[in-house]
């Protein structure tokens, strides 16, 4: 059984207000840390988090008092914020990201910025405080990059992996495909599409993408965070595919809808699918958690790899099975969003 490593320890979680983050920051309250702290530049975010924790949880504002929680306003672009936070910390899991795809694309400078110059300052800073564990969270596209997100993920990846050749830190990374229901998810569009009786746009018949719950998201951090030796890419193994047009059929079922589908073409630097990794990495399955594999370079020859890392050959989903997935996280609680 694994031992529970974030026990009396110090986390901090980056990019806190997003939907990754507060999820981590949920399960962290369950881990029995001692310190939890939450940063974001998104100070609205970090409210809406505050209420909301306090809802879950109506002794929060106790163990607020005593330093169980506290919500730093601050940008990871900032180096000297990123010390301060990092001051005194056991764990970090770094979420904050600039993460969709055509902002990115139109906003390169701000998006080298933040992906790639704010993750470099926040491996600085842990190495400067001795900060014992890294986990940085990082996409598919990050797998031989075509956008402009995918590569300063792809960026960021290598100042992680590279920052173990110093000092006392472990530094790793998971990479994911779509996180359901995340905030700026495309179910959120389709819905607001039926309910605004608009045509569904979707950008290609044939497009494809792997998707994985918030929660089980969640759980593999953790897990990962746990059993990390250092120099590790993380992926979630056997996540689900979908065709993007079965989404949003499945959608249109379960809401019975008639709205059309209109197909509006693929949008700067996307693809009509994913990889999980690279033609330079392998997959292997990890030791000690089945639902975790680790990337290795394909220069090794082994034989025990996965070959269901690229969303075009994988087994997609059929409309009934990503339904039930989708009821099952409950997407009827957003039918009038």
């Known amino acids: 059984m694994i031992k529970n490593i974030f026990y009396k320890k110090n986390v901090l979680v980056t ?32 409210y809406e988090l505050s209420e909301r924790l306090n809802g879950l949880n109506k002794k929060l504002s106790v163990k607020m008092k005593s330093n169980k929680i506290r919500y730093l306003l601050g940008d990871i672009r900032d ?3 990123c010390l301060l936070a990092t001051n005194k910390i056991d764990i970090v899991i770094h979420a904050a990201a600039m993460k969709h795809v055509p902002i990115c694309e139109y906003n390169i400078d701000e998006t080298y910025k933040t992906n790639v110059i704010g993750t470099k300052n926040l491996v ?20 031989d990059p075509t956008s402009e ?29 779509n996180i359901l229901f995340s905030r700026g998810s495309v179910i959120f569009k389709f819905i607001k599409q039926i309910n605004s009786k608009q045509k569904i746009t979707i950008t290609g018949e044939n497009v494809s993408r792997f998707f994985v719950s918030l ?37 249109k079922s379960i809401f019975k809808s008639k709205n059309p589908i209109k197909f509006i073409g693929l949008r700067e630097g996307e693809k009509n ?16 958690v089945k639902k975790l594999g680790v990337i290795i ?7 025990n790899y ?32």
Do not use: W
């Open 15 to 46: 990019g806190g207000s997003g939907s990754i983050g507060s999820g981590i920051v949920q399960l962290l309250l369950k881990k029995k840390c001692k310190v939890i702290r939450v940063l974001s530049n998104d100070e609205n975010g970090i």
């Open 79 to 81: 180096f000297r914020r």
């Open 124 to 143: 600085d800073a842990c190495l400067k405080n001795n900060v014992k564990r890294f986990l940085f969270i990082s996409t598919d596209k990050a797998a």
């Open 149 to 177: 997100m995918g590569k300063s993920k792809f960026e960021a990846e290598k100042i992680v992996i590279e920052a173990n050749k110093k000092k006392i830190t472990k530094f790793s990374v998971i990479r994911f495909g």
């Open 215 to 251: 929660n089980l998201a969640v759980k593999c951090i953790a897990n990962s965070i746990e059993i990390m030796k250092g120099r590790e890419i993380f992926v979630v193994m056997k996540m689900p595919t979908f065709r993007i047009i079965d989404l949003a059929k499945a959608i």
């Open 273 to 288: 699918y994913e990889k999980l990794i690279s033609s330079k990495e392998i997959l292997i399955k990890h030791p000690k």
């Open 297 to 303: 370079s394909n220069k090794i020859k082994i034989k």
């Open 306 to 337: 996965n070959l269901e890392t690229d969303s075009r050959f994988s087994n997609h989903l059929s409309i009934k099975n990503i339904k039930q997935i989708l009821l099952k996280e409950k997407i009827l609680k957003y039918k009038f969003i």
